[in-house]
DNA sequence: CGCGTTTACGTCGTTCGTAACGATA
DNA sequence: TATCGTTACGAACGACGTAAACGCG
């Protein structure tokens, strides 16, 4: 068993089975890990995959328990490489995120853009991903840390900082009756309306439901989509009344009217989550901070070297107001 | 960075910096660890030793961390293999115990003699460990699990198992004046006389003074030791009154006299503790039944594999019965 | 017939042990 | 001078890439 066979298992594993992929993303060819998973399953004395033929068509029972602890092996491993590289401030690297599309296109950009300013040598790389994924994806080690937001409370994997709050918006075609009226609309209203929403707002559970559900109605959901581009799109078309994040509505919606919903929808929350046990490389810290200046590094530090108590976050700013301040850090 | 660097790594840590030592025990020679470590460091970009001369001195603060790191590294890796092995219904291996003196000459013999018999190839090394460093030797990794006793709740490093209950008894030589009187002894009689006991009763907060102090009293501790047949000895050598664990009391004593002490003292729990996360082979499990039968192989596997809830192993026996059964085991 | 895996083979790099050297107490 | 670590060297092993063969849809 070597440290090399595992990394090439994680690869295969994480390519669909598809060895010869999984060697292009090691940068290694695909024999050779071909061969070495021959080998470490004939050292193990056990298969870690069903073949079909001769392709891979399943992971083992055995096979997940190995790969489980294989990954934790790699984690560990790569940690130590943080550990060292955090010593000679070594500033290259790369920085890789899972996230949704909201945060990617609308929270991120500024924050990104000041690491890149203070720390060219880092790629970020901004892993697109399913919400429902992003926690798997951060648990596999595939990421370095995941941003993602939720109604309730905190995500339950993982160490999870609150970013920032955020409120829904009603969105519709600039002049819709809506708009016009006096006074906001009520959940009624919009129950009578087609809507058009997040993909997520499907899930029986989801908060868009829940408000409905609390006073009796049944939203009539026209279409969703996993991408607030679309929606605003679709309100454009006419298709009905958008409801999504007030991140996503920026001065360059001129045709959009745009009402607060915070009387009708619990707040949201974004969250910075990080893998437990990691190591973070110094400049994760950074981007961690100028994605969210009250998660200090210090404070972050802390928290992820165990302390239990840690800090508790009481200010955890609106979403507005952290964007001011996070501008007058990339200035 | 390779598995077998950071074995070496560990070896040398675990060897009080000694490379010598730490090649024989590895089974490799001193010039290869030397250089692995070379390479090691040299990878990592710093000294994960304090050199004085061309001796190692002390570790590093960041080695402290790559080692704290290569240790979980190295224990997956163990642990994949005991996923391998049992698979295979491999029943050659070893176990490594950490326990102390009282445990290993009088409560564990039964169980690693009918060990034995079912598991011939498995060879069991007991590490005569001083009690406060058992825990440790547990969660470095030298070790599979530990047995160690307490008065009070479970240790709280890793998981913990009651094994059994048992009290502590009074010993004197045959004829001695306490033994003679009608009711039983009391902390005043015992007070008044000098006292042979554990090393660990010097320690201010252990069971025995406290026991003492709750009534105002202080105990005149005339010598101790960490090994209960020395303690047996000086008792019959006059010394003193012996106060020690009622394991370690036998039929082939028959020149001493023992009182029951459980009206004077707490009573206390002997725990079976595992490292976290690690996986165990099957004769570890069967061990663990052989020892204490209610601590059946099924909920021990659960617990380890992370069931929050767990058995709570509520009938833990008595120290007597215990021993009962387990002799039936190996019948 | 293309995609993906395995087998075969030659080269290169690396590890490891032996042996000699060096430093330190 | 004994102990412990480093340097030097040669042999053996193992990993990797190229090229060709094999199966399957």
Redesign the pocket.
Known sequence: M?L??LR?LIA?ADSG???????ERV?????????????LEDELGFQLFV??????DAVTHAGEQVIERARIILAEAANIRSIAANLRNEARGELRIATTHTQARFALPAAIAALNARYPQVSVHLEPTRDADVLARLEAGQVDLAIISSAGAAPSSGISLPAYHWQRVIVTPSGHALAARARPPSLTDLAALPLVSYDSSLRPDSSLRRAFAAVGLEPQIAMTAGDADLIKTYVRAGMGVGILAEMAVHDGDADLDALPADHLFAPCTTWVVLRRDSVLREYTLAFIELFAPHLRRREVARVMAGDPAGATWTHVPQWRHQRESSRALVA
């Open positions: 070597t090399a066979q090439y295969i089975l598809n060895i010869t992929l999984a060697a940068h290694a060819t695909q024999p050779g890990l071909s061969k070495q998973l021959r080998q073949r079909k033929g001769k392709s891979l």
